[in-house]
């Protein structure tokens, strides 16, 4: 593997010097005809991969029809709250996790033994909105890679209910759209990956105590950063019922939001002052997850519009994700396009002849089957192509005697796949909200390039022998 490539004027004995003293790898340098920003001469729009026949067959595959029995199955607990009962064996949350816990195991026994099934269990101690020390029960499957199973993709329903008053464990609590819609979609992707191989792991599991303050997955999160998992993508699939809001607004049936956060929660001050010196505050790890998204799951293949907000979530609320965000995982909340809070969190009742309550026929359960399209074209992707290039660095020292470099020096660590053919550099204007150009630099691990750092934004993708892509990993900027 080539170490260093320069992409400039050949001979030229200012990009001999600059190179050499931004790269420690630059006398294994080639050089290249120049390229700028302007006209690009090795650069092109960006490419993507032809979809898998793979994919589409299991696209195929997902069953309106199924989602609608796990959904209607899981409403039929009365209510999933999470300090209702665990041992009654028709009610509760811990009826319904032993179900769910039951299906999984159905389902692992599809996959060869390449998926296995944990009740990740754990007492939470008196919290806000718990009253008393409480059992939370996730449940957990594991469909190991068989390449790189070292780097995981997570998606997550959350098991648990809740009516107006968070502390009701009592009342019924049928938590149709949310969040019987997201654990229908973990289950159908679970049943269907199982059956598949793929060099990534994907994890399918379901969490209980989100309503009362994300506490599942926060442990979830936590114990897979403890074990030194690399967490390359999470999505949480909260409230994904319900392709009209009953609120005599336009029904908007073939579209799902995307939310992904700015600054990244998990990094410390002195990393969010640097990101905001270089204008990176758009480029953190879940924005170039929602790009990678955006770019695999498109409507002409899933039938649904993605729309990208780009906030951590709706205004001032959260969902599991942000437990991923906060042990610096890069992970997005998907969700349905406008919700009605007459169907949410609220007791079932009528007021007025106005329907409240989250019940069972304010579901489409062509939507949610649609949603777990969406799901499954990214996890596919995420776990059949390159996984996301590490380190990837920009350094911006100059020479001795200089206030300044106009060249971009890009490094980062050879990925791990034997498949790879190279690296692309993607650009953009700051002000564009995806990546806009490729630069194939080879099977390279750093490269100089003639085109001005202060205009654009810079990254890099891994692409193997089959033309997929990696997510884009952005640069952090060193000084060194």
Same mark, same amino acid.
């Given at each position: 593997?080539?170490? @260093?490539?320069?992409?400039?004027?050949?001979?030229?004995?200012?990009?001999?010097?600059?190179?050499?003293?931004?790269?420690?790898?630059?006398?294994?340098?080639?050089?290249?005809?120049?390229?700028?920003?302007? +006209?690009?001469?090795?650069?092109?729009?960006?490419?993507?991969?032809?979809?898998?026949?793979?994919?589409?067959?299991?696209?195929?595959?997902?069953?309106?029809?199924?989602?609608?029995?796990?959904?209607?199955?899981?409403?039929?607990?009365?209510?999933?709250?999470?300090?209702?009962?665990?041992?009654?064996?028709?009610?509760? $949350?811990?009826?319904?996790?032993?179900?769910?816990?039951?299906?999984?195991?159905?389902?692992?026994?599809? *996959?060869?033994?390449?998926?296995?099934?944990?009740?990740?269990?754990?007492?939470?101690?008196?919290?806000?909105?718990?009253?008393?020390?409480?059992? $939370?029960? @996730?449940? $957990?499957?594991?469909?190991?890679?068989?390449?790189?199973?070292?780097?995981?993709?997570?998606?997550?329903?959350?098991?648990?209910?809740?009516?107006?008053?968070?502390?009701?464990?009592?009342?019924?609590?049928?938590?149709?759209?949310?969040?019987?819609?997201?654990?229908?979609?973990?289950?159908?992707?679970?049943?269907?990956f199982a059956t598949r191989q793929f060099p990534g792991t994907l994890v399918?599991?379901?969490?209980?105590?989100?309503?009362?303050?994300?506490?599942?997955?926060?442990?979830?999160?936590?114990?897979?950063?403890?074990?030194?998992?690399?967490?390359?993508?999470m999505f949480s699939n909260d409230i994904v019922g319900a392709s009209q809001?009953?609120?005599?607004?336009?029904?908007?049936?073939?579209?799902?939001?995307?939310? %992904?956060?700015?600054?990244?929660?998990?990094?410390?001050?002195?990393?969010?002052?640097?990101?905001?010196?270089?204008?990176?505050?758009?480029?953190?790890?879940?924005?170039?997850?929602?790009?990678?998204?955006?770019?695999?799951?498109?409507?002409?293949?899933?039938?649904? @519009? $993605?729309?990208?907000?780009?906030?951590?979530?709706?205004?001032?609320?959260? *969902?599991?994700?942000?437990?991923?965000?906060?042990?610096?995982?890069?992970?997005?909340?998907?969700?349905?396009?406008?919700?009605?809070?007459?169907?949410?969190?609220? @007791? %079932?009742?009528? &007021?007025?002849?106005?329907?409240?309550?989250?019940?069972?026929?304010?579901?489409?359960?062509?939507?949610?089957?649609?949603?777990?399209? %969406?799901?499954?074209?990214?996890?596919?992707?995420?776990?059949?192509?390159?996984? +996301?290039?590490?380190?990837?660095?920009?350094?911006?020292?100059?020479?001795?005697?200089?206030?300044?470099?106009?060249?971009?020096?890009?490094?980062?660590?050879?990925?791990?796949? +034997?498949?790879?053919?190279?690296?692309?550099?993607?650009?953009?204007?700051?002000?564009?909200?995806?990546?806009?150009?490729?630069?194939?630099?080879?099977?390279?691990?750093? %490269?100089?390039?003639? &085109?001005?750092?202060?205009?654009?934004?810079?990254?890099?993708?891994?692409?193997?022998?089959?033309?997929?892509? *990696?997510?884009?990993?952005?640069?952090?900027?060193?000084?060194?």
């Amino acid at each position: 593997m080539d170490k @260093n490539v320069v992409f400039g004027r050949a001979g030229a004995t200012r990009r001999a010097f600059l190179s050499a003293s931004a790269a420690a790898s630059a006398a294994a340098a080639v050089t290249v005809p120049l390229l700028s920003a302007a +006209t690009p001469a090795s650069a092109a729009a960006l490419a993507e991969s032809e979809t898998d026949p793979g994919l589409r067959q299991l696209l195929s595959e997902i069953s309106p029809a199924r989602i609608e029995a796990t959904i209607t199955r899981l409403v039929q607990f009365g209510t999933r709250h999470t300090s209702s009962s665990q041992t009654d064996p028709v009610r509760g $949350i811990g009826a319904a996790a032993a179900w769910v816990y039951q299906q999984m195991q159905a389902i692992a026994a599809t *996959s060869s033994g390449r998926m296995t099934v944990q009740r990740q269990s754990f007492v939470q101690p008196a919290s806000p909105n718990i009253p008393v020390p409480t059992t $939370i029960t @996730n449940v $957990i499957a594991t469909l190991q890679g068989t390449v790189s199973p070292e780097r995981y993709y997570v998606i997550t329903g959350h098991l648990d209910s809740r009516v107006t008053d968070v502390t009701d464990f009592t009342s019924d609590a049928p938590g149709a759209d949310d969040d019987a819609s997201g654990v229908a979609v973990v289950l159908e992707l679970a049943r269907l990956f199982a059956t598949r191989q793929f060099p990534g792991t994907l994890v399918f599991a379901t969490v209980d105590g989100e309503e009362q303050g994300l506490y599942g997955s926060a442990f979830m999160a936590a114990q897979m950063k403890a074990a030194g998992a690399d967490v390359q993508g999470m999505f949480s699939n909260d409230i994904v019922g319900a392709s009209q809001a009953f609120d005599g607004t336009k029904p908007d049936p073939f579209s799902v939001r995307l939310f %992904v956060e700015g600054v990244p929660a998990a990094d410390s001050a002195a990393q969010i002052s640097l990101i905001e010196a270089v204008g990176g505050e758009n480029d953190g790890g879940t924005h170039q997850l929602a790009r990678f998204v955006t770019s695999v799951a498109p409507k002409s293949l899933t039938g649904m @519009n $993605i729309r990208v907000i780009w906030r951590r979530d709706r205004y001032l609320r959260g *969902s599991d994700h942000v437990s991923f965000q906060a042990q610096g995982y890069p992970a997005a909340r998907i969700t349905e396009p406008r919700e009605n809070f007459n169907h949410e969190h609220r @007791n %079932v009742e009528v &007021i007025g002849g106005v329907e409240f309550g989250d019940r069972l026929e304010f579901v489409d359960f062509q939507y949610t089957a649609r949603v777990a399209r %969406v799901n499954a074209a990214a996890l596919w992707a995420l776990a059949t192509h390159p996984a +996301t290039p590490k380190n990837v660095r920009v350094h911006v020292a100059p020479p001795a005697g200089f206030a300044g470099i106009n060249d971009t020096v890009l490094t980062w660590d050879a990925n791990p796949e +034997t498949d790879l053919s190279g690296y692309e550099v993607v650009t953009r204007e700051t002000t564009a909200p995806d990546w806009t150009v490729a630069i194939p630099v080879g099977n390279v691990t750093s %490269v100089t390039l003639d &085109i001005a750092k202060d205009n654009l934004q810079f990254g890099v993708r891994a692409v193997d022998k089959a033309g997929h892509r *990696s997510p884009v990993g952005f640069p952090v900027t060193v000084t060194t």
